[in-house]
Nanobody, 116 residues
């Protein structure tokens, strides 16, 4: 079992910024990749960004150039920097941890609301 804890959501104004954090209770070296996904009541959960074991990053087209995913291996933590926020970025953001064994674990989600 892996505990996945997210933090950092909240309210931001359009063109503002937020930073999300996701900490896994397992060593980063047993993790295949970690990523952020988001969901709204009217859309299925969608990929936002992932960072793989080898450091390769992947972004949804809608967030490229605005969001940045990074990690701190020592803290088993992945960050998502959200810049130039838009109202359509409003969603519950979930962290996903996929182990090298292919088991996947989700966090409880953190709300991001972009509104003036």
């Amino acid at each position: 079992q892996v505990q996945v804890v997210e933090s950092g959501g909240g309210l931001a104004q359009p063109v503002g910024s937020l930073r999300l954090s996701c900490t896994a209770s397992r060593s980063i070296f047993s993790i295949n990749y970690m990523g952020w996904y988001r969901q709204t009541p009217w859309k299925e959960r969608e990929l936002v960004a992932t960072i793989a074991r080898d450091g390769i990053k992947n972004y949804a087209d809608s967030v490229k150039g605005r969001f940045t995913i990074s990690r701190d291996n020592a803290e088993n933590t992945v960050y998502l920097q959200l810049n130039s926020l838009k109202p359509e970025d409003t969603a519950v953001y979930y962290c996903k941890v996929v182990l090298v064994t292919k088991y996947a674990y989700w966090g409880q989600g953190t709300q991001v609301t972009v509104s003036s």
